[in-house]
Every structure is written in structure tokens, then in C-alpha cells.
């Protein structure tokens, strides 16, 4: 999947992630972009991914007709068990969220706020949502960093003041890496750690829904 | 002792009433009592209340789900994880009735619902926890600090029956599974009145399982079915992937 368009590609925004995982951590991803956080080769350090469904030790994607289909992570992928792997049912692999062992939480979202707010469960003109474990890893994993587009596809700011859409969580997000760079929420506005090649600052700035800091 | 082992699917639910409250095991393909939910759909009964982590429908192939029984105007009410597709583009079989307004739905955050599960299981009437504070689920949810930290009540889920599967069992409903299997599974087992688990290999005799590697123990299964072998029964497919957006 290339992008013709001046910014980061998916894989590059997981890239940017997946370097600041720390040697020993225990890692959880959300479905979609943030899975792409573990095909990054992030050696010598090493982490331990984490789903939600009570597989710890989890590795890459089995390779077609290897698959074991009683294995699958959050995303209902049939991935592959790492040496040292162990599998434990739902409620102890909540407790392993809850009881605050995730060292950090990656996730997708549709909205994050300077604040460190973020929604990611429910559309405005939607009557359902779809929570799964995101409510338990957003309030409990030590860390969330999010992976998402920077705006919408008619040009609305996903980075905003404040979140319009329903919260997922309130002032947990630390880490926002997206199409045009990485950043931070600090209260006041979101703090640039990093602009993505040929994204200049006033068009992230422009693309932003509260004030960018340097 | 009770023999615990039915001939078949149908045998083995025969009695859910109308009315009744049912959990089902599952977390995508793995640990889904794809049988016992097509002989419930078969079944009949009605103004059914249906907890799974999902109202099914979202993957392909799409299997025996509880989204089924909502099409066919059996469910009151169901109690899930996710009430519309994790893709904001997709829309899910469930979505059409639930917005019609035919069943109602509870929405609960993944781990609040196993937890309600193990704690109704477990005799603990209720338990509070940091989960949702802060959010729209937290509305007029009794509320309560400890330590300086906030957390929201919620209360145990019992269930009158459980749908279950597992890799192996012995006769006296052990059971062992295999994998991401496990899942709701043992927590649904916990919560049951009557727990149902259909079996994939062949039903061992008692002992043949080594205490140490039970995972579910018998006291908490009531009834087992063997799968056949397809096309008679129901297996996990191989999920197809959709193209990228």
C-alpha cells in the first residue's frame, strides 16, 4: 500500500511507534494499524505482545496453511506462539489489564484530544458501538499511544481540543503518531515530536484542531 | 452420577425455555459453540436474552451466531462487547433490527463483562472498577473512590445456561481447551445454571485427563455433546480476509 501523498505511511506511523517500546515490555495492539507494530524488527530489545483474548506471547501471522485456527489475536488473525508463550482465559487476561501489568496500549482512533482524551468506540449517527477491551486497556495500561489518520477524508482535524465524538477515556493518551508526524498532547496543545518528510510545519498546523507547540 | 453425555445438539438444549438468558463462548472462530447455536435456531424458543462478545456477522465465512436469532425475532434483549462492526464502514446483520428498534442491547466493556461473569460464578453480588469512568457508560452508575482513584459498581451476571466448546473432555466434564479456545469459556461456565460444552475429540473416559491440566472441572458442566465430523458438524473456517479499505 504506497502513498503518493508528502507524509508518513502506515507502516512508517507503526514504525514510529514500535521505537519507543522498551526492552521487557508487555505490549498490547489494537485491531487494524496497530497490529502493524509487530512486524517492526525493534532488536536487541524484546517485548512480550499481549491480546486480549488471554494469548500472551504471541508472534507473527502464520504462514498460509500453517495456521492453527484455534489461535487468533485481537484482530481475529491466526497468528503464532513465541517460545515462552501461555494462554489464560478472559477474565485473568482482564486482570492483566486491569490490575495495570500492560506496559503500553496501542490503538487506533477516530479522535484524540489535548487533553489526552480519545474516542474510538462509537460514530456520532451510529445507535451501537463497539467497545471490545479498549475502555479496560485505556484505563488501565500504563501507557496509550494511538496510530491514526490526521484528519478525516473530507479534511476535518482528528486532533482536536476537544473530543465531539464519545470518550473512550479521559487524559490517558501520551503518544499520537499519524500520516503527518508524531505528537504529543500536553494540555495546551499538542507537542511536535517529530513531522513526517515533506510535511511542512504550517500544514500540520492547518490540519490540527487545537495549537501545535514546538 | 449423572450420565452428562446427549446424543445430540438438539437433545442437549431441548429444554431452554422462552424467556431464558443464555451465554455463548467465542472470541472470533476459536472457543464458538457453532453447533449448539445452529440447534437453537432450529429450536424455537423466544424472548431469549443472548450474551456473546460479539452479535456476530462481522467475519466471513459468517457461522452460526446469535445475530441469527436476533434476525429471526427471537432475542429480547442482548449483552455484548461490540453492538456495531470494530470498521465504522461495515454494518453488521444485528444493526438493522437493533435500530428498528426489535431488541434491546447493553453495550459492556470486554473485560467488565468477563469479569461479571467470573463474579456471578464466584457468589460476588458486585465490584467496582476504574473501567469506563470518565464516559458516557458511566452515566447514572453508582460511583466511588478508593486510594484517590474513581470506580464505576457493576454487578454480577448470572446466566440460566452457558454454550461452550472445547478441544477435549472426559465423561465426567472436564474439560481441557486448545488455544485462544479458552477464552469466555471458562468464565461462562462459571455463571451458568446449566453449562452445555460441545466436545471435538472424542469423549475420554474419567482419569484419562491428568488432574493438573484441567482447565474447566466438571462440577461446573452439566451436559456434553460430541461434534461429529463435517459436514454433519460444524468446524472453524479458515477466515477470509476482506481488501484493504
Known sequence: MSDPTPGFTRQQMAERIAARFEDGWIVNLGVGMP???????????????????????????????????????????????????????????????????????????YEVSAGGDFANWKIGRAKGGGIGGAMDL??????????????????????????????????????????????????????????????????????TGAKLLD | MTDKLRPDFAAAIADIPDGATIAFAGFGMPGTPFNLIAALVEQ??????????????????????????????????????FTAATRASD???????????????????????????????????????????????????????????????EHALAVDYAFLRARRADAFGNLQFHRSQRNFNPVMAMAARIAIAEIEEPILPPGTIDPDAVHTPG???????????PPLGLWPQKRQERAPR
Request: hydrophobic share 45%.
Open chain 2, 219 to 229: 462440577i461446573f458442566i452439566h451436559r456434553l455433546v460430541q461434534i461429529p465430523p
Open chain 1, 35 to 109: 497490529t502493524l507494530c509487530s512486524n517492526v524488527d525493534i532488536a536487541p530489545r524484546r517485548v512480550i505482545y499481549h491480546s486480549e483474548n488471554g494469548v500472551i506471547g504471541y508472534g507473527p501471522i502464520a504462514p498460509a496453511g500453517e495456521e492453527d485456527l484455534d489461535l487468533v489475536n485481537a484482530g481475529g488473525q491466526n497468528v503464532t506462539l513465541l517460545a515462552g508463550a501461555a494462554v489464560v482465559h478472559h477474565a485473568d487476561s482482564f486482570a492483566i489489564i486491569r490490575g495495570g501489568r500492560i506496559d503500553v496500549t496501542v490503538m487506533g482512533a
Open chain 2, 44 to 81: 424455537g424458543a423466544r424472548n431469549l436474552t443472548l450474551i456473546a462478545n460479539t452479535t456476530g456477522g462481522a467475519q466471513q465465512p459468517r457461522m452460526p451466531d446469535i445475530g441469527m436469532l436476533v434476525e429471526r425475532g427471537r432475542v429480547r434483549k442482548v449483552i455484548c462487547a
Open chain 1, 138 to 207: 485505556a484505563a488501565c495500561a500504563k501507557r496509550v499511544f494511538l496510530v491514526m489518520e490526521h484528519a478525516t477524508r473530507s479534511g476535518a482535524p482528528r486532533l482536536v481540543g476537544r473530543c465531539a465524538l464519545p470518550v473512550t477515556a479521559r487524559k490517558v493518551v501520551s503518544l499520537v503518531a499519524t500520516n503527518l508526524g508524531v505528537f504529543a498532547p500536553v494540555g495546551e496543545g499538542f507537542r511536535i515530536h517529530e513531522l513526517a518528510p515533506g510535511v511542512p510545519r504550517e500544514v500540520a498546523a492547518a490540519a
Open chain 2, 91 to 153: 454494518v453488521l446483520p444485528f444493526t438493522k433490527h437493533y435500530e428498528a428498534g426489535e431488541v434491546a442491547a447493553e453495550l459492556v466493556p470486554q473485560g467488565t463483562l468477563a469479569e461479571r461473569l467470573r463474579a456471578a460464578g464466584a457468589g460476588i453480588p458486585a465490584f467496582y472498577t476504574p473501567t469506563a469512568v470518565g464516559t458516557e457508560l458511566a452515566e447514572g452508575r453508582e460511583r466511588r473512590f478508593f486510594n484517590g482513584r474513581e470506580y464505576l459498581l
